[in-house]
């Protein structure tokens, strides 16, 4: 049992919908600011957005305002990732980690062992 596991990748076509969940172990949950990462085929990990550990503030990379919500469910422990309007520059493997800052969140800053990530395949 990881303490990271993401899920909710799919394949969907340009313009469609998909919700990827993170379910972090307790200790981590609501103790820490948290972030989505995502890696395409063939290039570095990226940030994509983070959000704060009661969900007060989030911040979003450029490529993705307006079309992606970070969240944070209480109930169920869980952080999601609602992505809208999907391209095909979007395509990759979604990753969920714990940071310091969601200001300057990046792979480096992440702190705790990356889970298996979940493949997102967006086709034009």
């Known amino acids: 049992q990881g303490q990271l596991v993401e899920s909710g990748g799919g394949s969907v076509q340009a313009g469609g919908s998909l919700r990827v969940a993170c379910v972090p172990s307790?200790?981590?949950?609501?103790?820490?600011?948290m972030a989505w990462f995502r890696q395409p085929p063939g290039k570095e990990r990226e940030f994509v957005a983070a959000?704060?550990?009661?969900?007060?503030?989030?911040k979003y990379t450029d490529s993705v305002k307006g079309r992606f919500t970070i969240s944070i469910d209480n109930a169920k422990k869980t952080m999601y990732l609602q992505m809208n309007s999907l391209k095909p520059e979007d395509t990759a493997v979604y990753y969920c980690?714990?940071?310091?800052?969601?200001?300057?969140?990046?792979?480096?800053?992440?702190?705790?062992?990356w889970g298996q990530g979940t493949q997102v395949t967006v086709s034009s």
């Open positions: 980690n714990t940071v310091y800052s969601i200001e300057e969140a990046s792979p480096s800053s992440a702190f705790t062992i």
């Open positions: 307790e200790r981590i949950f609501g103790n820490y600011n």
């Open positions: 959000i704060t550990w009661n969900g007060q503030r989030t």
